[in-house]
């Protein structure tokens, strides 16, 4: 990893610090130092929908939650671990282009993404951001934020039940967040095997193959 790279997670961390201390400050929306403000420093390009914290005296919004169980067959192409883990979110909230095929449904979401200008056989997905998967579940109902996460904060996320995909910058793969089993992550994962991870990321894999850009689901 270059210096210029370290930086830019160093940078990166402290942003993600900054906005979890505001935000148990009370500072949530508008502009610095409020969270909302930190987590748009980190994507300027990042549309955020901040609202306050619910009063107990109010009725919270219905939370769906995923079927985390929804199935992931192995992928026909290398390229297409990005598509695999988009398809693989929307089938899990019951939104798939085509739930009864699932290589069909992937097809679909390949030329969703983009082909070949967004995805191809060359490089796969060409923004590892995964800002274009985060338009294709926003076109379908499926609200996301992208950030740099760490083990512990892509462990608690799924912890609560919350879904997503990630794809880390060393392992060059996208998997689906399905949940936590023991101390590891739970992945839906279209490559078994690959790099030495099937369907479970701990701690030192993670490490290993990190950084991860992380597509976390906030609303469906």
């Not at 130092?33 to 930190?38: D, M």
Request: net charge negative; proline share 6%; aromatic share 10%.
């Amino acid at each position: 990893m270059t210096r210029p790279e370290i930086q830019q997670l160093q940078d990166q961390q402290a942003y993600l610090t900054a906005a979890v201390r505001a935000l148990l400050e009370g500072q949530w929306c508008g502009g610095p130092p409020s969270g909302q403000a930190f987590v748009g420093a980190l994507d300027p390009n990042l549309t955020i929908d901040c609202r306050e914290p619910i009063l107990e005296s109010e009725t919270p919004p219905e939370i769906n939650y995923p079927d985390p169980n929804e199935s992931m067959p192995g992928q026909l192409y290398s390229w297409t671990c990005s598509a695999c883990a988009c398809d693989w979110l929307m089938r899990a909230y019951g939104k798939g282009f085509n739930p009864a095929d699932i290589y069909n449904s992937r097809e679909q979401t390949v030329y969703a993404i983009g082909y070949p200008n967004n995805i191809n056989s060359s490089y796969g997905l060409m923004d590892g951001s995964g800002s274009q998967l985060q338009r294709v579940l926003g076109d379908v109902g499926i609200q996301t934020a992208q950030a740099w996460l760490t083990f512990d904060q892509v462990y608690a996320i799924a912890a609560q039940g919350r879904a997503g995909c990630m794809s880390g910058g060393a392992w060059y793969h996208w998997c689906g967040i399905r949940g936590v089993d023991g101390d590891t992550i739970w992945i839906a994962n279209s490559a078994p095997g690959y790099m030495s991870v099937w369907n479970n990321l701990n701690r030192t894999d993670f490490n290993r193959l990190g950084p991860f850009s992380c597509v976390i689901v906030t609303e469906a």
